[in-house]
């Protein structure tokens, strides 16, 4: 870069200086490269049937906001893992039951935002170290469980209305599971094999990840309880996201990534906002845009990074209230945003700092 030569503040602090971050295999040069992909090309339109299909029911009995929460349960498809149907069916049944597990202890903690942070901290704590021990760490990893438990956290306090959310969510996993089964029926080869997993982390070091991600997660809910937004769940799931970069670098590279792709897509749905799309247009969009992230998210963040940008509004508000305070909204999710990355870089610093990356037990 021309600049370099221009700034005397390259030589005095070389991780900031421009070339550090345009030099190939570095954030800023990384932002727009496509990354290839082992995953098949039909999975992110199974992901996108889950995800429809219930908002799609919820639409045509009348109440959308009934099908957004059995929605979420489509996530969990992206666990099938395994090469064999039975091991495949048996991981995703499992998946499913935790992430109710998980819905249910946020709605429960929702009534108090004292104890909140800490509930999501040690829950969060508990759904790496679990994971770790039992070697699910492919991605998805413990995002959706810990952002399903951010959601319910951060909804209204309704004890009456929470059996009604669990078994929205249940119904959910119910369809995910059919999807998942007729999919791998589909796909599926006869006498397939999968490799055994290895285990890469000893206790020592599985345990100071868990840790790390309950302390950040338990920092974030609470900076966000303390800031006057009406969806403070952004802020701690924006940051596990970026802490799951598979670096200290490369969750830097998310951070900035999480913040290109976000200003990029708040003003696609800024401009989608003022077209005022209705219920049933809303509900065909979300279908699309998940099949669209989930195609692009493991071949380039950024680019995935503005369409989830355009779902989650969608997901989070009705087209009423986004039609009438769409600035406010979207301030509003920029500053998450903004907020949940720096979080997210400093704590993907500290956990892959050298002093807790590579413990070994005495």
């Not at 305070?325 to 720096?342: E, H, K, P, Q, W």
Request: overall charge positive.
């Amino acid at each position: 870069c021309p600049l370099c030569s221009l700034c005397p503040l390259c030589s005095l602090c070389p991780p900031f200086s421009i070339n550090s971050y345009f030099a190939p295999g570095t954030p800023m040069n990384s932002i727009f490269a496509f990354n290839k992909s082992t995953r098949r090309w039909d999975l992110p339109i199974a992901a996108g049937l889950a995800v429809g299909i219930p908002l799609m029911i919820g639409w045509s009995l009348g109440d959308l906001n009934a099908g957004k929460n059995a929605s979420l349960a489509g996530l969990s498809i992206l666990y099938i893992q395994s090469d064999r149907l039975a091991e495949r069916m048996i991981l995703l049944m499992a998946c499913c039951f935790g992430l109710m597990f998980c819905y249910t202890v946020g709605l429960f903690f929702s009534f108090n935002r004292m104890l909140a942070p800490f509930a999501l901290g040690l829950l969060s704590f508990g759904i790496h170290y679990s994971l770790h021990k039992l070697n699910l760490t492919k991605p998805p990893g413990n995002f959706f469980f810990i952002m399903l438990a951010s959601t319910a956290i951060c909804m209204p306090a309704d004890m009456e209305k929470i059996p009604q959310r669990i078994g929205y969510l249940a119904m959910g996993t119910m369809l995910t599971c059919a999807i998942a089964l007729v999919y791998s029926l589909l796909t599926l080869k006869p006498n397939a094999t999968n490799p055994a997993p290895t285990i890469n982390k000893d206790t020592r070091t599985n345990l100071n990840e868990s840790l790390i991600f309950g302390f950040f997660m338990f920092i974030s809910l609470g900076l966000a309880f303390m800031l006057p937004f009406k969806n403070p769940y952004w802020i701690p799931i924006t940051c596990l996201a970026v802490m799951q970069g598979s670096s200290s670098q490369h969750a830097r590279t998310r951070g900035i990534q999480r913040v290109v792709g976000t200003i990029i897509g708040l003003g696609l749905t800024w401009l989608i906002a003022y077209a005022h799309p209705g219920p049933l247009a809303i509900v065909i969009s979300i279908t699309l845009l998940q099949i669209i992230i989930k195609f692009l998210v493991v071949r380039n963040y950024v680019v995935a990074t503005v369409f989830i940008t355009v779902l989650t509004i969608f997901l989070a508000e009705s087209g009423g209230d986004l039609a009438a305070n769409t600035d406010a909204i979207f301030l509003a999710r920029l500053a998450d945003i903004m907020i949940g990355s720096v979080l997210g870089i400093i704590g993907g610093w500290v956990l892959h700092h050298e002093k807790f990356k590579t413990t070994t037990a005495e």
